[in-house]
Each structure stands twice: as structure tokens, then as C-alpha cells.
């Protein structure tokens, strides 16, 4: 089992930064990637970024390129997700999670198995 642990949402104006935090423990050597993904009122959970977490190869969202930046401390066991020139519409509880085996993709929340609680992020025109 993995657990997930989620820090660093709140209410920022928009074109501000704010960080994200997961930290993980558990078997968190069998890890081979993380994702962030979120949830707006109404709308369906989407993928934002994710990270192998071996290699580090990241994935992002069209949405979040050249906007946010997903990163990892293997010897903390923590995920990162640095958002910059955030919009009213990043407004959303975003989720940490992490798949049980690799994945043909990293895109599909589906193929997750551990998520964290998720925090809220809001963002004010």
C-alpha cells in the first residue's frame, strides 16, 4: 500500500504561483510514475502532469504546458507541482496519485491506483 498526502493548496489571484506537495509513503519503492490531476465543480476529474519516477520523464496536459511544472525528491518520497500564471479556471481540488505498475500511459486517472485527498486550489479574477 501507498499513502498519499497532499499540501499546498489555497486562493490566489490570477497570474500568481502557487506550489503543490504530495508526499508519499508505504511501498513507495514500487512506484514508476506519479500524476497530478484535478476536479472543478461539475466537471469530470482531468489529468494535469505526471512523472516517471525513476527517470523523470514528465507528461503534461496541453492545459497546464508551459504553465506548470511537475517535479520529484526521490529521497523524500515527494511530488511537486509548481503552477504559474494560474487562471480562474485551474480553480479545482487537485489530486496526487500513483499507479501500482507501470502503464502504457500516464494520462488516464483510471489506471491510478493510490490517490491522496486532494486540496483545494482556487484561483480569483
Known amino acids: 500500500q501507498v499513502q498519499l498526502v497532499e499540501s499546498g493548496g489555497g486562493l490566489v489571484q490570477a497570474g500568481g504561483t502557487l506550489g503543490l506537495s504530495c508526499a508519499a509513503s508505504?511501498?513507495?519503492?514500487?512506484?514508476?510514475?506519479m500524476g497530478w490531476f484535478r476536479q472543478a465543480p461539475g466537471k469530470e476529474r482531468e489529468f494535469v502532469a505526471a512523472?516517471?519516477?525513476?527517470?523523470?520523464?514528465?507528461y503534461y496536459a496541453e492545459s497546464a504546458k508551459g504553465r506548470f511544472t511537475i517535479s520529484r525528491d526521490k529521497a523524500k518520497n515527494t511530488l511537486y507541482l509548481q503552477m504559474s500564471s494560474l487562471k480562474p479556471e485551474d480553480t479545482a481540488v487537485y489530486y496526487c496519485?500513483?499507479?501500482?505498475?507501470?502503464?502504457?500511459?500516464?494520462?488516464?486517472?483510471?489506471?491510478?491506483?493510490?490517490w491522496g485527498q486532494g486540496t483545494q486550489v482556487t484561483v480569483s479574477s
Open positions: 496519485a500513483a499507479p501500482r505498475f507501470f502503464r502504457a500511459t500516464y494520462r488516464d486517472g483510471n489506471l491510478y491506483d493510490y
Open positions: 508505504g511501498r513507495t519503492f514500487s512506484i514508476p510514475a
Open positions: 512523472i516517471g519516477w525513476s527517470a523523470g520523464t514528465t
